[in-house]
C-alpha cells in the first residue's frame, strides 16, 4: 500500500515522427493538489489524455497505477466511472442547455420507465451548486452564465460523477482575477473533502499558492517533482525552459518620441443594446517607440474600445476622433484602419485571429495581400519568401510555412498573428491579451518581438489582465473601469496595489 | 483539444532524396485521390458498356451532356467555400432559358444581344440573392429555398403555360456546335488536333514556369522524373481525348466555353486576391473580417457570379433542347452541389477546388451515361448517385481522420 492515489510509470507516447513521451513518471499523493508544469508541446496535455483514456490503452507504453490497480482504460467513459475526470480548458458545455441538464448529461437521473426525472435532476443539481459555492437556479442556461460560473458547473458536473481526481487544465486562463480565487479556494475546498487535484496551469503565482507539489516536464520527459517547502517561481521557470532566465521581461531602454496616436472623446455604446455605453468618453495617446498599458478588468471596456477603434469592429453609435502624428484619421472599416496604421491583434486567436485550416503562409499574408499582388494576383512566390523570412525572424517552429496553424502551439500560433499584422507595416499596434495562454518561454520571445517593435519607432499599446505582464513591459498605463479611464501611471508610479485600486474603483460620472 | 502539444517539434533534418520523392508522389496522389476515382469509374463503365463509353460519339455526348452541370458546379464550390450554398440555380437556369427565348424568339432580337441580355438578368438575380444574403444577413440556405421557388415561378410567368421553341442557329450552337471542318474535311480535324496541340504546349511551359519560379525562391519542388511522367500522362490523356473528338464532330462549343471557364476561374480561385478572400472567409469568417476582407463585397459578388453562371448554364441547357420549358433545370441544383462535395470541398467552408468541382461533375456525368448506355432505370440511377456523393463525403472525411486533420 502506498499513500499514492496515482503513479504513472515510465509512459512513453509515440506518435509518427515524434516522441511525445519518454519514459516520463508522475506520482500523485492521495489528497493533495499536485501541479504538472511545462512549456506549451512539453507533453502535458498528451499525459492527461493518457491517463484519462483518450488515447486508449495499448497506444502508450508504460503502467497507469490508479488506487493501487493497474488500470487499462479504454476510453473517457471508462476513466470517469473509475473517478478520473478532466476538464479541459476549452468547456465543453453545451450553451442552450440549462444547468442541470448540462450537469447530468449522458448521466441522466431516470425516474419511472426510463423517462427524465426533472424534479429530482434540478434538486440534484441545486445540491452540487451549492457544494461549488455558485448561486444560481439550476435551469439557468449556459449562456446565461459568464466563463468563471460556467467553469464552476463543470467541476459540479465533475462532482456527480463522483470524482476521486479531477484534472483540470488551464482552469483559470480565461478567468478574471475574482473568478480565479473563487476557483482556487473552491479547489482548496474540495481537497478538504478529500478529492484530490491535478492542475495544469502557467501562472506560477496561483501554483505557489495552492499546490501541494508540482512536477515539471519538458520536452515529452519528467524532470522533477518539487515539494511544496521548495517550490519557488525560478525553479520552476528553470525546470521549464531548461535555462536560467535572469528576469522574466527583457530590457527595454525607451526611446519615446513624437505623439503619434491620440484618440479624443471615444464613445461606444452596446451593440444590441444601443443604451448601453460600453466605452465611455476614452481619452489616450501613444507615442513613438512607447509601450502602453490598458490594464481593467474582464468586461471593463478594454477589448471594446480597441475592436470599436478598429473599424467599427464592435458596438454601435460610435464617436471620437483619432489623430495619428497630428491629424485626425478615419478608422471606419477594417480595411480604412490598416491602410492608415492601425493593426490589432485580438484576445482570442482561435476564434478571430487565425484562419486555422490554412497555412501559416496564407495566415501571414491575409491583411497584407495589396502587397504581394498585381493587377488583382497574388505572387505565391514572393509570398512564400516573405513567409519564410517571418518564420525565421519570429522563430516560428513549424516544419515549414505550408504546416497549417491549427496544428501549431499556442505560442507559435501568436507569433504568426503577430508576423500578419507586422507584415501590414502598422504605425500602431494594439496587442489584446498577447501572451494569454502561452508558455513562459515564448512568453519572453513575444516580449522582446514587442520591444523590438517599439525600438523601431511603432506605438504600442498592450491589453492584459496580467498585471506583473504589464508592470513588466509598459512604460506608462492607462487604467479602465467601466469602459471609462480612471487613472494614468508611468511605469515609476505604478505598482499592483495602485493599478487594482483604479481598476475596480467606480468610474467617475 | 487545448494545445497540440505532440504535432510541434518536428523540424528534423531534410530527409533524404529517395523518402522525399516517395512523398511526393503520395502527397500528389492523396491530392488528386477525386481523379484517380472518375479514372475507375471510366474504366468500370467502359468494361461494363463494352466500350461503348470510350466511343468518339459517346465522349462528345458525355461533354455537352453535362457541360451545363459542370458550368453550375464552378460558381457552386466557391459558394460552398465562401459556407454558404446556393439551391436556386435550376431555377435561375429555367427563368433565364425563358427569359432568352422571349428575346431571340418571340422578340426577335439578334442572337448575342438576347444572350447578353439574358447573362446579365442573370446576374442582377444573384444580386438580388446576394444583397438579402450579404447586407441583409439572411442565411444563404434561406433565401436561395425562397429563390428557388420564386425563379420557377418567374420561369412559368415568362413562359405563360407554354414552351418557347426553336431558336436562332447562332444561340443552338452553345449546346449543339461544333468548332468543326473549318479547313474542310478529313477523316481526323486537324483544328482539334491543333488546338489540343497548342494546349499541351501552354500548359507544359506553363507548369515549367512555375516549377521554376518556385526553385528560384528555393522552395521544395518535385523530382524531376516524376514532373515530366506526369506531364506525359497529363499529354497523353488530352491527345487521345482530342483524337475521341476529331474522329467524330470536333470541339464542342461548349467544351470551350468550360475550358475558358476553367481556366479564368482557376486563377481566380487560386491566385486572385479575392480568391483568397473567398477562402479566408469560409476558413474564418471574423479572422477575415478583422483582418480587413470586406465580407459582405465578397459574399455579394460570389452570388452575382454564381447568378451569371447559373444563366449561362441555363443558356446552354435551351440552346441544346432548342426549347425552352417549365421543368428545364429541375435538379440542377443538386448535381451541381454533389459534383462540389464529391470533388473535396467541405461542408463548413474553407475548402474546395474548381478541379474537383469539374472531376466530380465528371464523375456524375460518366455514371449518368455509363447507366443510361446499360440501360438501367432512372430510380437507380438516382439511388447510385446518391450512395456514390454519401461514399464520397465518408471517404474525404475518413481520409482526414486518419490523417490526423481537423
Same mark, same amino acid.
Given at each position: 500500500?502506498?499513500?499514492?492515489?496515482?503513479?504513472?510509470?515510465?509512459?512513453?507516447?509515440?506518435?509518427?515522427?515524434?516522441?511525445?513521451?519518454?519514459?516520463?513518471?508522475?506520482?500523485?499523493?492521495?489528497?493533495? +493538489?499536485?501541479?504538472?508544469?511545462?512549456?506549451?508541446?512539453?507533453?502535458?496535455?498528451?499525459?492527461?489524455?493518457?491517463?484519462?483514456?483518450?488515447?486508449?490503452?495499448?497506444?502508450?507504453?508504460?503502467?497507469?497505477?490508479?488506487?493501487?490497480?493497474?488500470?487499462?482504460?479504454?476510453? +473517457?467513459?471508462?476513466?470517469?466511472? @473509475?473517478?478520473?475526470?478532466?476538464?479541459?480548458?476549452?468547456?465543453?458545455?453545451?450553451?442552450?442547455?440549462?444547468?442541470?441538464?448540462?450537469?447530468?448529461?449522458?448521466?441522466?437521473?431516470?425516474g419511472a420507465f426510463g423517462l427524465i426525472d426533472w424534479n429530482k435532476t434540478n434538486s440534484e443539481a441545486a445540491k452540487l451548486l451549492a457544494r461549488v459555492g455558485l448561486r444560481e437556479n439550476p435551469t439557468t442556461k449556459i449562456r446565461d452564465l459568464g466563463v468563471g460560473k460556467q467553469q464552476l458547473v463543470e467541476i459540479a458536473k465533475a462532482l456527480s460523477k463522483r470524482v476521486k481526481l479531477l484534472i483540470l487544465d488551464e482552469p483559470t486562463a480565461a478567468l478574471n482575477d475574482d473568478d480565479s480565487d473563487h476557483l482556487l479556494s473552491l479547489i482548496l475546498h474540495l481537497k478538504e473533502q478529500g478529492i484530490t487535484s491535478i492542475i495544469i496551469s502557467h501562472k506560477l503565482n496561483e501554483i505557489k499558492k495552492i499546490s501541494d507539489s508540482v512536477t515539471v516536464?519538458?520536452?515529452?520527459?519528467?524532470?522533477?517533482?518539487?515539494?511544496? @517547502?521548495?517550490?519557488?517561481?525560478?525553479?520552476? +521557470?528553470?525546470?521549464?525552459?531548461?535555462?536560467?532566465?535572469?528576469?522574466?521581461?527583457?530590457?527595454?531602454?525607451?526611446?519615446?518620441?513624437?505623439?503619434?496616436?491620440?484618440?479624443?472623446?471615444?464613445?461606444?455604446?452596446?451593440?444590441?443594446?444601443?443604451?448601453?455605453?460600453?466605452?465611455?468618453? +476614452?481619452?489616450?495617446?501613444?507615442?513613438?517607440?512607447?509601450?502602453?498599458?490598458?490594464?481593467?478588468?474582464?468586461?471593463?471596456?478594454?477589448?471594446?474600445?480597441?475592436?470599436?477603434?478598429?473599424?467599427?469592429?464592435?458596438?454601435?453609435?460610435?464617436?471620437?476622433?483619432?489623430?495619428?502624428?497630428?491629424?485626425?484619421?478615419?478608422?471606419?472599416?477594417?480595411?480604412?484602419?490598416?491602410?492608415?496604421?492601425?493593426?490589432?491583434?485580438?484576445?482570442?486567436?482561435?476564434?478571430?485571429?487565425?484562419?486555422?485550416?490554412?497555412?501559416?503562409?496564407?495566415?501571414?499574408?491575409?491583411?497584407?495581400?495589396?502587397?504581394?499582388?498585381?493587377?488583382?494576383?497574388?505572387?505565391?512566390?514572393?509570398?512564400?519568401?516573405?513567409?519564410?523570412?517571418?518564420?525565421?525572424?519570429?522563430?516560428?517552429?513549424?516544419?515549414?510555412?505550408?504546416?497549417?496553424?491549427?496544428?501549431?502551439?499556442?505560442?507559435?500560433?501568436? @507569433?504568426?498573428?503577430?508576423?500578419?499584422?507586422?507584415?501590414?507595416?502598422?504605425?500602431?499596434l494594439i496587442l489584446d491579451e498577447p501572451t494569454r495562454g502561452i508558455d513562459v518561454g515564448a512568453k519572453y520571445e513575444i516580449y522582446t518581438i514587442i520591444n523590438r517593435l517599439a525600438s523601431e519607432g511603432k506605438g504600442i499599446i498592450v491589453i492584459s489582465s496580467e498585471l506583473p505582464e504589464l508592470l513588466g513591459i509598459c512604460d506608462r498605463i492607462y487604467a479602465i473601469s467601466e469602459g471609462r479611464i480612471t487613472g494614468e501611471l508611468p511605469i515609476e508610479k505604478a505598482s499592483p496595489e495602485a493599478l487594482i485600486k483604479l481598476m475596480t474603483m467606480e468610474a467617475p460620472r | 483539444m487545448s494545445d497540440n502539444d505532440t504535432l510541434v517539434e518536428q523540424v528534423g533534418p531534410p530527409k533524404n532524396r529517395a523518402t522525399s520523392a516517395i512523398s511526393h508522389v503520395?502527397?500528389?496522389?492523396?491530392?488528386?485521390?477525386?481523379?484517380?476515382?472518375?479514372?475507375?469509374?471510366?474504366?468500370?463503365?467502359?468494361?461494363?458498356?463494352?466500350?461503348?463509353?470510350?466511343?468518339?460519339?459517346?465522349?462528345?455526348? !458525355?461533354?455537352?451532356?453535362?457541360?451545363?452541370?459542370?458550368?453550375?458546379?464552378?460558381?457552386?464550390?466557391?459558394?460552398?467555400?465562401?459556407?454558404?450554398?446556393?439551391?436556386?440555380?435550376?431555377?435561375?437556369?429555367?427563368?433565364?432559358?425563358?427569359?432568352?427565348?422571349? /428575346?431571340?424568339?418571340?422578340?426577335?432580337?439578334?442572337?448575342?444581344?438576347?444572350?447578353?441580355?439574358?447573362?446579365?438578368?442573370?446576374?442582377?438575380?444573384?444580386?438580388?440573392?446576394?444583397?438579402?444574403?450579404?447586407?441583409?444577413?439572411?442565411?444563404?440556405?434561406?433565401?436561395?429555398?425562397?429563390?428557388?421557388?420564386?425563379?420557377?415561378?418567374?420561369?412559368?410567368?415568362?413562359?405563360?403555360?407554354?414552351?418557347?421553341?426553336?431558336?436562332?442557329?447562332?444561340?443552338?450552337?452553345?449546346?449543339?456546335?461544333?468548332?468543326? &471542318?473549318?479547313?474542310?474535311?478529313?477523316?481526323?480535324?486537324?483544328?482539334?488536333?491543333?488546338?489540343?496541340?497548342?494546349?499541351?504546349?501552354?500548359?507544359? *511551359?506553363?507548369? *515549367?514556369?512555375?516549377?521554376?519560379?518556385?526553385?528560384?525562391?528555393?522552395?521544395?519542388?518535385?523530382?524531376?522524373?516524376?514532373?515530366?511522367?506526369?506531364?506525359?500522362?497529363?499529354?497523353?490523356?488530352?491527345?487521345?481525348?482530342?483524337?475521341?473528338?476529331?474522329? /467524330?464532330?470536333?470541339?464542342?462549343?461548349?467544351?470551350?466555353?468550360?475550358? *475558358?471557364?476553367?481556366?479564368?476561374?482557376?486563377?481566380?480561385?487560386?491566385?486572385?486576391?479575392?480568391?483568397?478572400?473567398?477562402?479566408?472567409?469560409?476558413? &474564418?469568417?471574423?479572422?477575415?473580417? !478583422?483582418?480587413?476582407?470586406?465580407?459582405?463585397?465578397?459574399?455579394?459578388?460570389?452570388?452575382?457570379?454564381?447568378?451569371?453562371?447559373?444563366?449561362?448554364?441555363?443558356?446552354?441547357?435551351?440552346?441544346?433542347?432548342?426549347?425552352?420549358?417549365?421543368?428545364?433545370?429541375?435538379?440542377?441544383?443538386?448535381?451541381?452541389?454533389?459534383?462540389?462535395?464529391?470533388?473535396?470541398?467541405?461542408?463548413?467552408?474553407?475548402?474546395?477546388?474548381?478541379?474537383?468541382?469539374?472531376?466530380?461533375?465528371?464523375?456524375?456525368?460518366?455514371? &449518368?451515361?455509363?447507366?443510361?448506355? !446499360?440501360?438501367?432505370?432512372?430510380?437507380?440511377?438516382?439511388?447510385?448517385?446518391?450512395?456514390?456523393?454519401?461514399?464520397?463525403?465518408?471517404?474525404?472525411?475518413?481520409?482526414?481522420?486518419?490523417?490526423?486533420?481537423?
Open positions: 500500500m502506498t499513500t499514492n492515489i496515482l503513479e504513472m510509470r515510465s509512459i512513453t507516447k509515440t506518435f509518427p515522427g515524434v516522441k511525445a513521451l519518454q519514459d516520463v513518471t508522475l506520482e500523485v499523493a492521495r489528497g493533495e +493538489i499536485h501541479a504538472i508544469c511545462g512549456e506549451n508541446g512539453a507533453g502535458k496535455s498528451t499525459l492527461m489524455k493518457v491517463l484519462s483514456g483518450v488515447y486508449p490503452h495499448g497506444t502508450y507504453e508504460g503502467d497507469i497505477v490508479f488506487e493501487n490497480e493497474v488500470v487499462e482504460f479504454s476510453d +473517457i467513459r471508462h476513466s470517469e466511472a @473509475k473517478g478520473i475526470v478532466i476538464i479541459h480548458q476549452e468547456l465543453a458545455l453545451s450553451p442552450y442547455l440549462s444547468i442541470a441538464e448540462n450537469i447530468f448529461l449522458n448521466n441522466e437521473v431516470k516536464i519538458r520536452d515529452g520527459k519528467t524532470i522533477e517533482t518539487i515539494a511544496k @517547502k521548495d517550490v519557488t517561481e525560478e525553479r520552476i +521557470i528553470k525546470d521549464m525552459v531548461g535555462r536560467d532566465l535572469e528576469h522574466r521581461y527583457p530590457d527595454h531602454t525607451p526611446h519615446i518620441g513624437e505623439e503619434i496616436l491620440r484618440v479624443e472623446n471615444w464613445t461606444a455604446h452596446h451593440p444590441q443594446d444601443p443604451s448601453r455605453v460600453m466605452v465611455d468618453n +476614452i481619452n489616450l495617446n501613444v507615442k513613438r517607440g512607447e509601450i502602453v498599458g490598458l490594464a481593467g478588468l474582464m468586461g471593463a471596456g478594454r477589448t471594446e474600445f480597441a475592436m470599436s477603434l478598429f473599424g467599427k469592429s464592435y458596438g454601435s453609435r460610435i464617436s471620437g476622433k483619432v489623430f495619428k502624428d497630428g491629424e485626425e484619421i478615419q478608422t471606419r472599416t477594417v480595411a480604412e484602419a490598416i491602410d492608415n496604421g492601425i493593426a490589432y491583434a485580438t484576445e482570442d486567436r482561435k476564434v478571430y485571429g487565425l484562419n486555422l485550416i490554412e497555412d501559416i503562409k496564407r495566415n501571414i499574408s491575409m491583411a497584407s495581400l495589396g502587397k504581394l499582388s498585381r493587377l488583382g494576383l497574388v505572387n505565391d512566390n514572393e509570398e512564400y519568401k516573405v513567409a519564410n523570412e517571418y518564420r525565421k525572424s519570429m522563430n516560428i517552429k513549424a516544419p515549414s510555412v505550408l504546416s497549417k496553424t491549427g496544428k501549431l502551439s499556442g505560442g507559435n500560433q501568436q @507569433k504568426v498573428v503577430l508576423s500578419k499584422w507586422i507584415y501590414s507595416n502598422p504605425d500602431v | 503520395i502527397t500528389d496522389l492523396g491530392k488528386n485521390g477525386i481523379f484517380i476515382a472518375l479514372i475507375a469509374v471510366v474504366v468500370l463503365f467502359s468494361i461494363l458498356t463494352q466500350g461503348i463509353l470510350l466511343r468518339p460519339q459517346n465522349i462528345s455526348n !458525355l461533354i455537352v451532356q453535362n457541360g451545363y452541370i459542370l458550368i453550375l458546379a464552378i460558381g457552386m464550390v466557391i459558394v460552398i467555400v465562401a459556407g454558404h450554398i446556393d439551391l436556386s440555380v435550376g431555377s435561375v437556369a429555367a427563368f433565364i432559358g425563358a427569359v432568352s427565348g422571349v /428575346f431571340a424568339v418571340k422578340m426577335e432580337l439578334p442572337w448575342w444581344i438576347a444572350i447578353i441580355l439574358s447573362l446579365l438578368i442573370g446576374a442582377l438575380v444573384g444580386a438580388w440573392q446576394g444583397f438579402w444574403i450579404a447586407y441583409v444577413g439572411i442565411p444563404a440556405f434561406i433565401v436561395t429555398l425562397a429563390g428557388m421557388l420564386i425563379f420557377r415561378g418567374l420561369a412559368l410567368v415568362v413562359l405563360g403555360n407554354s414552351n418557347i421553341g426553336s431558336f436562332p442557329e447562332e444561340y443552338r450552337a452553345l449546346g449543339n456546335g461544333f468548332l468543326t &471542318n473549318v479547313f474542310g474535311e478529313f477523316p481526323v480535324d486537324p483544328l482539334t488536333m491543333g488546338i489540343a496541340v497548342i494546349a499541351i504546349v501552354g500548359l507544359v *511551359v506553363q507548369q *515549367v514556369r512555375s516549377r521554376a519560379g518556385r526553385q528560384s525562391y528555393g522552395q521544395d519542388v518535385e523530382p524531376i522524373a516524376w514532373f515530366i511522367a506526369k506531364l506525359v500522362l497529363v499529354t497523353v490523356g488530352v491527345l487521345a481525348f482530342a483524337y475521341a473528338l476529331a474522329t /467524330f464532330k470536333g470541339i464542342p462549343v461548349t467544351l470551350i466555353i468550360l475550358a *475558358v471557364l476553367v481556366m479564368i476561374y482557376g486563377i481566380v480561385t487560386n491566385r486572385s486576391v479575392f480568391g483568397r478572400h473567398v477562402y479566408a472567409i469560409g476558413g &474564418n469568417r471574423h479572422a477575415a473580417e !478583422l483582418s480587413g476582407v470586406k465580407t459582405r463585397r465578397v459574399d455579394f459578388l460570389i452570388f452575382v457570379n454564381m447568378g451569371f453562371l447559373a444563366a449561362l448554364a441555363g443558356l446552354v441547357f435551351t440552346a441544346r433542347l432548342n426549347l425552352a420549358g417549365p421543368k428545364a433545370g429541375d435538379g440542377f441544383e443538386l448535381e451541381a452541389i454533389s459534383a462540389a462535395f464529391i470533388g473535396g470541398a467541405a461542408v463548413q467552408g474553407g475548402v474546395g477546388t474548381i478541379g474537383g468541382a469539374i472531376i466530380g461533375g465528371l464523375i456524375i456525368g460518366v455514371l &449518368n451515361n455509363g447507366m443510361s448506355i !446499360l440501360g438501367i432505370g432512372i430510380e437507380w440511377q438516382q439511388a447510385v448517385k446518391g450512395l456514390v456523393l454519401l461514399f464520397a463525403v465518408a471517404f474525404d472525411v475518413f481520409n482526414k481522420r486518419r490523417a490526423g486533420g481537423r
